[in-house]
């Protein structure tokens, strides 16, 4: 896809963007939280301007994907601008994979969905994922203006979800030496500048520093089969409908010491990255200098759907580096449950 990176790129950008792709009538979606800056994208795009549908979720359940759907054909569009978060792309995504639609993305986190032919829907409590290349964005514009609105903690959690798809990138079976080179530069980006941000709000050169680390670890998760960590997301998100970025934050400390004695050149390049030589135990303590919410029982999760969580995990086959059976998912589901140190 085509890239723009700059502050201030959302004021005239998108319009730019939609002319290159030949769109005559853009629909422009977003969550609720993100309706004033997806006006004001809509506001952008001239005659281009086919309307602003805010109901954007996490997860994408299906009925908010089959109603973003309807008010794109009854807006007679020939193009979608998703401006927001993860929610917001997966629900363009969702309307690209039904209609065909071109997609533009504006994103305001650091969830490198924009950077992915993965689309996700929920329905009955359960989180499904695919690839196909229509959903993959064909113009992305990355303005980090847009993301001084995002509250630290929240910036925090998006960033170390980011993170996350670096991690699982160092070591998929299809990992490759560049993927493996964007991995470890965007994780040294964004353990940088999060605590900046974290500090300084409104620092705006530790923000672009953040969504460069975010659009390279995107574009890993775009180039690779994701693991354990990413399914047992999945499945607490989808099934328990815990919030995606924390509940990324909280989970892959636990994952990466339990998959760090099968994947030692993942390690070395996030002990590089990291600047220390315990990754899973740093990224453990970066949460906690973020503010970020420290266990699985803080975000709502009960003792009791831990066994749930394991059997949904346990009954879809996922590439990791190592072999985890039901056992091995309960312990790391417990820990972080109970918010304790890895390892």
């Known amino acids: 896809m085509r890239v723009v990176f700059r502050a201030g790129a959302a004021r005239t950008a998108v319009a730019a963007e939609a002319e290159h792709l030949g769109l005559r009538r853009v629909l422009v979606l977003s969550g609720p939280r993100g309706a004033d800056t997806a006006r004001a994208v809509a506001d952008s795009l001239g005659a281009a301007n086919a309307g602003v549908h805010t109901e954007a979720a996490e997860h994408v359940p299906v009925p908010v994907a089959e109603a973003a759907t309807e008010a794109a ?109 964007m991995a470890e530069e965007g994780t040294r ?88 030589d315990d990754p899973a135990l740093e990224l453990y303590r970066l949460g906690g200098r973020l503010g970020a919410p420290r266990s699985l029982a803080e975000l709502g999760l009960s003792a009791a759907g831990i066994d749930r969580a394991v059997e949904t995990a346990a009954a879809v086959p996922y590439a990791n580096p190592r072999d985890a059976g039901p056992d091995d998912l309960r312990a790391i589901l417990r820990a972080a449950f109970d918010g304790r140190p890895p390892g």
């Open 189 to 276: 980006a964004l353990a940088a500048a999060l605590p900046e941000i974290a500090a300084d709000p409104g620092g705006l050169d530790a923000r672009g520093r953040a969504l460069y680390g975010a659009w390279l670890c995107g574009a890993c998760l775009g180039a690779t089969t994701m693991s354990l960590h990413h399914k047992l997301c999945h499945v607490l998100g989808g099934t328990f409908g815990l919030p995606h970025a924390a509940t990324h934050t909280i989970v892959l400390p636990h994952v990466l010491a339990f998959n760090a004695p099968a994947a030692p050149d993942a390690v070395a390049a996030l002990r590089r990255a990291l600047g220390t």
């Open 73 to 181: 054909l009854k807006a007679d569009a020939d193009g979608c601008a998703a401006v927001g978060g993860g929610s917001a792309i997966g629900l363009g995504k969702a309307v690209a994979l039904r209609l065909g639609l071109p997609l533009i993305a504006v994103p305001t986190t650091y969830a490198g969905s924009e950077m992915t032919p993965v689309w996700g829907l929920t329905e009955d409590g359960v989180k499904r994922t695919g690839r196909d290349p229509v959903v993959l964005p064909r113009s992305v514009v990355y303005d980090p203006e847009l993301t001084l609105s995002m509250p630290p903690a929240l910036s925090g959690t998006s960033g170390v979800n980011a993170i996350a798809h670096a991690v699982e990138a160092l070591y998929a079976p299809d990992a490759s030496p560049i993927v493996s080179l």
